[in-house]
């Protein structure tokens, strides 16, 4: 895009930087330094991938910062890298602003070789230079800028050191008045002449914002994309010839790469001075502990073990407050500000939007521990070792390491785990985790459990709470063994992961974590159990006004059938009916049927007088495997793309639910708990 | 035929030829150091490790390779995770002052 010109009204000139980075480079750091708060945050169009985009004024210039996906390289390998380079290609910024890793400097240099054939403009931010003095390891920017030929400027963004200076070149490249000329890196020499040849075959034929050069190296290395683009381009005689000379290199990729790495090998020779080995690090001293096959699962348990114990203490009293405040209190007051309007509208208010949708926002309070929590595994690089310990076990069920991180988060909320399934690149590996997420139990679902366990188990509740979640994941397992096959097929899926150093946590990048997960929530949880509790009240209320002759008791009363075997009346079926909308309505919704409210005895009593443990336990069981939420069900069709997959999850998952708990309650009933 | 040909990258019976100075990476013990000879495989996969650092010519260590898990190796200052799988298609000769 080319830059605005002044227009007459003087507004300023705009210029559009693509902020390119390899995972945990920083970048992301670098962009919320630029952008601040005016950042806009959605989706790229027609994928499921989120596009973040902000606003950075210097020298009264506009710089619209585009934040492109983290990647490693710009292969066809995963939607991320199509994404970036595609970004790069087709919307072409004035100027690519690149994030490499001082302590992993060759390594980030491999997107700085891929980019510079893209013919770009680029910057190179050089950050984390603190770590990398801290590791011994020395780099002289100006002799790296040099010999790259590019604008090399050190920085240390998370402590806001170089990152405005950064800002200021991108734009002096932006606005031409500082050189940006690359000594890019070649194709191995003993691939030189079939590049040739091939950027002859394919010249003319590709869009104009191709370079040929490019083209020719992506068919070398057997890009997909780029392939299927040219032999829908190219007469079919001059495919031939180009399938005859890939089909004779069919090496090509690791001969491009190693044109690439031998580039960046001179190119950091001298710029780079390394401590002599033997040096031990905190890293390495750390991971004895966190990716030893033994004590890395100790330390693991240890960890998650302290993340739930922080989440449920500090979570749950705030929630009970919250409760008192969101529900009770302010529903009185909603009673006494409608006292003039119709009695049916203060009840809407009152017990449909307050009752049913206040009690999911009480659980914000867990939600947002649980995230900061969770964050601070995450930020200080601890949980791709997590991941790495757990590998092993993920196998048998079709998964690796990877999933393990988005299934984690699903005991939060199952919609972030869906969403942070993004991150495993890998279609059909994204489609397994995603559909064995909702039987993580989530805040919700446990929410329930806390509120049952101890009415039909005084004294065992935490027990039995533990009990459940164990069933869950056992399930899980169980089910993941069954789709395996039909999701994923015979290939093992490769497990490859970088373990980043470990530093101390940002609190910033924490909280932006908590704050996107925990909008992730509100954002598709928020309207639908809105209008679900509306629902569920007029239902509840039609046509009569009592909730024994309503529409809902009789649904209750019509499938009350399918639940009698276990023991479970129809206002148990009913709970777990309006469950759907959000895992804790159904506590709102036991009260409402049993009618506490206006009742002298608590609703764990009047639930306790109306069923045996054995029932109780089965619908706990019940309760904690059923179809998900419908959040976590939209989240779901929406990532997967069809509702092919969703729909075969949500049959199982009930299917499971009520196989699962027919077993427990016959069991608790050859137990004694009848 | 030509088709056939790239249908099949990295599978062809040229690449499963072993030549007796390498060994896979998930040969090698915790400690080793080699030298990447060689990656099979898909594109995309090798494409995925390539861009990690894995290319021909490049020196690693392996910080760990216990029992039947993953592996952990170290090339270029970082360190990266590695199925028990995928470290089987890394070609490398073993250096000479490796640990063992």
Redesign the interface.
Known sequence: MAPDSLTAAGSPRTFTVALAGQPNSGKSTVFNVLTGLDQHVGNWPGKTLEKREGVCTLDGCRLRIVDLPGT??L???SDEERLARNVVLHDRPDVVAVIVDA?????SL??VAELLWLRSPVVVGLNMMDVAARRG?RVEPDVLETALGLPVVPMVANRNQGVREFAATALAVADGTRPCEPRGPAVRRDHQREHEALRELVAGAVPVEYPEEWIALKLL????EI?SLVRGRVPADRW?AI??I??RH?DG??AV??G??EWIGRMVRAAIV?PRAGQVTV??RL?RVA?H?VWGLFALAGLLGALFWVTYAVGVPLQRALDGLIVHESARWVRAVLDGAPPWMSSLVADGVLGGAGTALTLLPILVIFFAAFGLLEDSGYM?RG???M??FM?PIGL??SSFLSLCLGFGCNVPAVLGTRALGERRHRVLTALLAPLVPCSGRMAVIAVLAPVFFPGHAALVAWGLVGLNLAILALLGLALRRPVVGKR?L???????LYHAPHPASILRGVWRRTIAFVRNAGSIIVIGAIVVWLLSRLPGGEVDTSYLAAVGRAIAPIGAWLGLDWRMLTALLSSFVAKENAIATLGVLYGAAGSDRSLGELVAQSMTPASGLAMMVMQMMFIPCLATVATLRSELGRWKWVVVDLVVLLATSFVVAGVVYFGALAAGLG | MFREGLETTGMSPRKRITDPALTTLADLPSGACGVVARIDGGTAFRSRLVALGFAAGTELVVVQNVGRGPLIVSLLGSQVALGRGEAGKVLVAQSAHGAG
């Open positions: 490693y390289a292969s066809a390998g302590t992993a400097l060759e390594r491999y997107l390891i290395e057997g890009d997909d392939t031939l399938e005859a890939l089909a069919e990729v690791l790469a190693g690439r790495h390394r890293t390495e991971d990716t096959p791709t991941a790495y310990v590998d092993r196998h690796h390491g093992q490769a497990f490859i992961m970088e373990l980043p």
